[in-house]
């Protein structure tokens, strides 16, 4: 299904993290990305941005599988980074007490304190990416599914979320396949040289039949569940079930124990804060 390089999704490619069992992964995906996003403490997030990024690294996936979805984030993280000094440049000041100037030109202002806040936003990026790219690009739905069964979602749900992880990088497909068959065709043209009014034009063009189909295959793959009377009985069976080994609880103990820390420095600083300007 995902055979062509760029489109986001599974693929198998034996790396070191497809061989454990999805919900480790999951665990380490949520409760990683969640202590990071509660803590402000940059030597804690720094080690785990470190450590994510390497984990990305042996993980085999190619950076131009994930390419666009660190062109989207950094554009998001830039702009998000400049509206703090546009809109509010004194909030570094408001949360550690005290002002280091940097640049001061009216009421543009910018501070040490205001960097470093700035600096953590940046460590939140380095972890919560490249985990979510791991579980999303080396997880099998259909494990997944089974996985969230056995811990008691049910099964309707987990295979609802199977569906639609197995259907993203086929919808990916067929919007590009479209689109080169209509330029292929001469109909309109959607390049880069083209201006955006008749870029967008275009789009819409390959857009709007793609989600007319998207919903007519909806619609029979519900038929065709119905018609196989899913859903009747309250268990099912599922031949893809991975279960947990010794390394998967040795990750899932490893992502207990990073939790943990980053309450526990909760604690240390007093708040979520590390203040070194003290």
């Known amino acids: 299904m995902n055979t062509q390089t760029g489109v986001l999704g599974y693929r198998p490619r034996n790396s070191f993290f497809e061989n454990f069992n999805p919900i480790s992964k999951l665990l380490l995906f949520v409760l990683i990305s969640a202590i990071s996003m509660f803590s402000f403490d940059v030597r804690y997030l720094f080690v785990l941005a470190v450590l994510s990024t390497v984990a990305l690294l042996f993980s085999r996936i190619r950076y131009r599988e994930y390419k666009t979805i660190v062109i989207l984030v950094a554009i ?160 099912r069976t599922w031949f893809v079930h991975k279960k947990l080994t010794s390394r998967d609880y040795l990750l899932i103990a490893l992502v207990v124990a990073i939790t943990l820390l980053g309450i526990g420095l909760f604690i240390y600083n007093h708040g979520r804060y590390w203040n070194p300007f003290k």
């Not at 304190?113 to 460590?123: G, H, I, P, Q, S």
Request: cysteine-free.
């Open 76 to 235: 998001f993280a830039l702009i998000n980074l400049g509206m703090y000094i546009v809109i509010d440049p004194g909030f570094g000041t408001k949360i550690f007490g005290t002002t280091h100037n940097i640049l001061k030109i009216g009421y543009l202002q910018v501070t040490q304190e205001l960097l470093f806040y700035e600096l953590a936003l940046v460590l939140k990026y380095f972890i919560t990416v490249p985990l979510a790219i791991i579980f999303f690009f080396t997880t099998n739905p259909n494990q997944f599914a089974a996985s969230l069964n056995k811990i008691g979602v049910p099964y309707k749900i987990a295979f609802s979320v199977s569906l639609a992880l197995r259907y993203i990088p086929e919808l990916q497909l067929n919007y590009r396949n479209s689109r080169n068959v209509q330029m292929a065709k001469g109909y309109f043209s959607i390049n880069e040289k083209q201006n955006l009014k008749k870029r967008i034009q275009g789009e819409i063009h390959v857009i709007w039949p793609l989600m007319i189909n998207s919903f007519n295959k909806i619609e029979q793959v519900s038929y065709a569940m119905e018609l196989r009377r899913f859903g009747i009985k309250k268990r």
